[in-house]
């Protein structure tokens, strides 16, 4: 491009690429063909629409109050049955999730459990072990857990201002 350039500073390259019409502002082509599109807007094209996403794995059973580290990735399963009964999730991340996030950001929590005891449940996170308010889907916490299987929840996390999230919260039963 006549006015792309690639900048590469303390470690990280920066890419900026011009466009007649505007509407690219970085692609990236493998063999000839365009992969990824991030547009001057923000958004994210993938060419064949295929985004894989490592699960972290944990054999260590959360129990009354389970740490879930983002570090480690947005989904985990914990391969050890659910202990414990009205768990809390504490979701944290080494740099901080309020500090990571901008008010207005988003983010996709998942939490995948093997489950062996319909008293084992989770109806509570914390974030950055900041108490935090959830809405349920079907209006209320969970009571109950599944008695086998696996057990999976799900935490739409919105930041609405300083240390202050809206949570949307889903507990599936997979028994």
């Known amino acids: 491009y006549d006015d792309g350039v690639i900048q590469y500073y303390n470690g990280s390259f920066n890419i900026k690429t011009g466009s007649s019409t505007g509407d690219r502002l970085i692609t990236l082509q493998t063999a000839g063909s365009e992969r990824l599109r991030i547009t001057s807007s923000g958004g994210v094209t993938l060419s064949n629409g295929e985004l894989i996403e490592k ?4 054999s260590t059973a959360w129990s009354t109050t389970g740490t879930v580290n983002l570090d480690n990735g947005m989904v985990q399963y914990n391969s050890a049955n659910l202990a414990g009964t009205t768990n809390t999730l504490d ?6 999730i309020n500090t990571s996030m901008a ?13 062996n005891a319909a008293t084992a ?7 950055d072990g900041i108490a935090a308010t959830e809405s349920w889907v079907g209006g209320s916490a969970p009571s109950d857990g599944g ?7 799900a935490f739409n996390i919105i930041k609405t201002g300083a240390a202050t999230f809206v949570v949307i919260a889903n507990q599936v039963k997979t028994s």
Do not use: R
């Open 121 to 127: 449940y989770v109806n509570n996170i914390t974030i």
């Open 147 to 153: 008695s086998s299987g696996v057990d999976t929840y």
């Open 103 to 115: 008010t207005g950001d988003m983010m996709s929590v998942t939490c995948i459990t093997a489950v």
């Open 55 to 58: 699960c972290y794995i944990n």
């Open 91 to 96: 979701i944290i991340s080494s740099a901080g």
